[in-house]
């Protein structure tokens, strides 16, 4: 268990609302990542983080921001969500010091926009 | 650009039988990954493996990498409707901090 919880698990909005997401660890891991995950399309990385306030784009990052002010919660934002960001975001860690990568995975938030 | 492939997408079998489950790539990789993930739940990390060749086992699930570390390999013996979910493999990418993920191979196992 790495200590990773999301908040809330669900989530249902409506265009053109703002959102925010919230991952928190209680274990100092560096590295957190914000991956969203649809069918036909697998696990997708959005934004990830490599210290507090150090933070870069993923291959789907247009429409979300994220922020990282403490070493304990990433936080994803959606400023005006639309029906295309419909999905299940995954947020994740990787343990310092690990060689190969290795990342845990928190439990999901399904988010739907109507 | 998916630079990891998975096959067969999906794969539907009896309790009991075998099953290998295929993830490649046209690049060699330094190392991969195998998760498996439960309907409602976060992937959760299987296995690393590192070295060209490389077997490793756990339980009734097998690993191999490739000897020239492009493919990897998951064989499942006598397969249990416990070992139903969505099976990845993914292996770091280029910017030296994530991952790229394969789309996954969606098992089903029935009593």
């Known amino acids: 268990d790495a200590g990773i919880t999301q908040s809330p698990r669900h989530k249902v909005t409506e265009t053109g609302t703002p959102v925010t997401l919230r991952c928190h660890q209680t274990?100092?891991?560096?590295?957190m990542y914000w991956y969203r995950q649809d069918p036909g399309h697998g696990l997708r990385l959005i934004h990830y983080?490599?210290?507090?306030?150090?933070?870069d784009k993923g291959e789907v990052s247009d429409g979300y921001s994220v922020s990282r002010s403490k070493t304990e919660d990433f936080l994803l934002t959606l400023e005006s969500a639309t029906s295309s960001q419909t999905s299940v975001y995954f947020c994740?860690?990787?343990?310092?010091?690990?060689?190969?990568?290795?990342?845990?995975f928190g439990p999901g938030t399904r988010l739907t926009v109507t | 650009t998916q630079l990891l492939e998975q096959s067969p997408q999906f794969l539907s079998i009896q309790e009991g039988e075998n099953l290998t489950v295929y993830c490649n790539s046209l690049?060699?990789?330094?190392?991969l990954q195998w998760y498996r993930q439960e309907p409602g739940e976060g992937p959760v990390l299987l296995v690393t493996?590192?070295?060209?060749?490389e077997v490793k086992k756990l339980k009734r699930l097998t690993f191999q990498f490739g000897d020239a570390r492009k493919d990897s390999s998951l064989h499942i013996t006598a397969a249990q409707p416990g070992d139903t979910g969505l099976y990845l493999c993914?292996?770091?990418?280029?910017?030296?901090?994530?991952?790229?993920f394969g789309k996954g191979t969606s098992l089903l196992v029935t009593p």
């Open positions: 994740a860690i990787r343990p310092w010091g690990g060689r190969f990568y290795e990342q845990y």
């Open positions: 274990e100092n891991h560096r590295y």
């Open positions: 983080s490599y210290g507090v306030k150090d933070t």
């Open positions: 690049s060699v990789f330094s190392s």
């Open positions: 493996v590192v070295t060209g060749g």
């Open positions: 993914a292996r770091p990418g280029d910017s030296g901090y994530a991952l790229n």
